[in-house]
């Protein structure tokens, strides 16, 4: 169990234009979902953090008009990279965070990841 | 603000021998826990241990144990017998009971055949 899925694992898009990323947890609900950024052999930076039916809360220094953040569901979130540049270009992983049950207490399991590529 | 370091960017070990990772970090929690994760080429995050800090065993998994020293905030990540399936980058990390993850910079472990 805990499978966490991505959807696109990959998408190029032109500058200027909108890409909406999904992450949905496939067989547990998720009260928080993460988002996060990789750059090339560096580490995990924390974007945003996002309750179900609530706003999220973004990492100091991102951009909330540049990264919408919206978690529907409890097996739902999408991320939603707005009028995307060049310098948006990077690898962008989602996790989902349990409420326990089966599953361990506040575990989070990771998507497989995006990577975006914007011309 | 919790932060975690780990000094070796790059690690090379031969296949079937042990290597071990460093990591420290600093906290002023009494209860956290510590992870460490492994992303191969696919860049897929992997959990290989957990370990909770009010727990004074070391966590054990199969090839992979921790020492973990509350005190001196280290927790590095023992690998025996060595696989070439092992090499990847590896992350430590830190979690409160706030949930949110705290990623070490990671080590590039490489493994010789």
């Known amino acids: 169990g805990a499978v966490v899925s991505q959807h696109p694992s990959w998408v190029i898009c032109k500058s200027g234009t909108s890409v909406k990323i999904e992450c949905r947890s496939l067989d547990f609900q998720a009260t928080t979902m993460f988002w996060y950024r990789q750059f090339p052999k560096q580490s995990l930076m924390l974007m945003a953090t996002?309750?179900?039916?609530?706003?999220?809360?973004?990492e100091q220094g991102v951009e909330k008009d540049k990264f919408l953040i919206n978690h529907a569901s409890l097996t739902l979130s999408t991320l939603t990279v707005t009028s995307a540049h060049p310098e948006d270009s990077s690898f962008y992983i989602c996790s989902a965070g349990t409420s326990g049950g089966t599953l361990p207490y506040n575990e989070q399991f990771f998507g497989p990841g995006t990577r975006l590529t914007v011309l | 603000a919790q932060t975690v370091t780990q000094s070796q960017p790059e690690m090379s070990v031969q296949e079937a021998e042990t290597v071990t990772l460093s990591c420290t970090y600093d906290t002023s929690e009494s209860d956290y826990y510590l992870f460490w994760y492994k992303q191969p080429p696919s860049r897929q995050m992997i959990l290989v241990i957990r370990q909770e800090a009010y727990k004074q065993q070391n966590a054990t998994e199969n090839r992979f144990s921790v020492n973990f020293q509350k005190a001196a905030k280290s927790f590095s990540l023992k690998i025996s017998d060595s696989q070439l399936g092992d090499a990847a980058m590896y992350f430590c990390a830190y979690r409160s009971y706030g949930n949110k993850l705290v990623f070490g910079a990671g080590t590039i472990l490489r493994v010789k055949s």
């Open positions: 996002s309750n179900e039916g609530s706003k999220a809360t973004y």
